[in-house]
């Protein structure tokens, strides 16, 4: 009876050993698809080069185009202060 359950444990242990080789082989093949695909592509500073030429000549489509400010006094709130000497603005 003892050695049934040996023999049993045996198989089982030997197809669990057999199955998860299996999925390395598969994964070693997935990866050297991989591998060669990435061979064959360009390299990816004269990819970047090219699709940043496309993307600078083209206005975004989401941003509006304006040639200048569409409300003139929001300007005021950007610049310096003109006379410092007349400020009597104290930060703590």
């Known amino acids: 009876m003892q050695s049934e359950q040996m023999e049993s444990k045996d198989k089982r242990g030997k197809h669990r050993i057999l199955a998860e080789l299996k999925r390395l082989d598969q994964q070693i093949g997935f990866l050297q698809e991989e ?16 699709m940043l030429s496309k993307v600078e000549t083209r206005p975004d489509p989401l941003l509006p185009a304006t040639n200048g ?24």
Do not use: M, Q
């Open 35 to 50: 591998l060669e695909l990435l061979d064959k592509l360009e390299k990816a500073s004269s990819a970047c080069k090219e």
């Open 69 to 92: 400010p569409a409300n003139p006094s929001w300007d005021r709130w950007f610049e310096g202060l003109n006379d410092t000497a007349g400020c009597r603005c104290w930060i703590w």
